[in-house]
Nanobody, 126 residues
Framework: QVQLVESGGGLVQAGGSLRLSCVAS????????MAWFRQAPGKEREFVAG????????NYAGSVSGRFTISRDNAKNTVYLQMNNLRLEDTADYYC???????????????????WGQGAQVTVSS
């Protein structure tokens, strides 16, 4: 069992930055590929960014590519999402996600997720 706890959400003006963190419980963090998803009110949950077990491979949704950066620190059991140049449409609840042993280089689908965090709210204002 893995527990994921997000932090770092909040209110930010358009064009600003935020960094989300997700700390995982357990001693096998490096065995899990990690990702961030988001869900805006009235919309389906969507993939934002993913990172491989070692952190060597990353992939992004087209809507955030070039603005968001995913990273991980396996020594700290933590995955990060640095969000720059935030836009109004980035407003959503952001969820940390884990998949045991995922090797695919493709963007994630929600059905692949083994564990979810509780979510962190990000609100971008004009």
């Amino acid at each position: 069992q893995v527990q994921l706890v997000e932090s770092g959400g909040g209110l930010v003006q358009a064009g600003g930055s935020l960094r989300l963190s997700c700390v995982a419980s357990g001693r096998t963090f490096s065995s899990y590929a990690m990702a961030w998803f988001r869900q805006a009110p009235g919309k389906e949950r969507e993939f934002v960014a993913g990172i491989s077990l070692s952190g060597a491979r990353k992939n992004y949704a087209g809507s955030v590519s070039g603005r968001f950066t995913i990273s991980r620190d396996n020594a700290k059991n933590t995955v990060y999402l640095q969000m720059n140049n935030l836009r109004l449409e980035d407003t959503a609840d952001y969820y940390c996600a884990a998949n045991y042993g995922r090797l695919s280089a493709n963007n994630w689908s929600p059905g692949e997720v083994d564990y979810w965090g509780q979510g962190a709210q990000v609100t971008v204002s004009s």
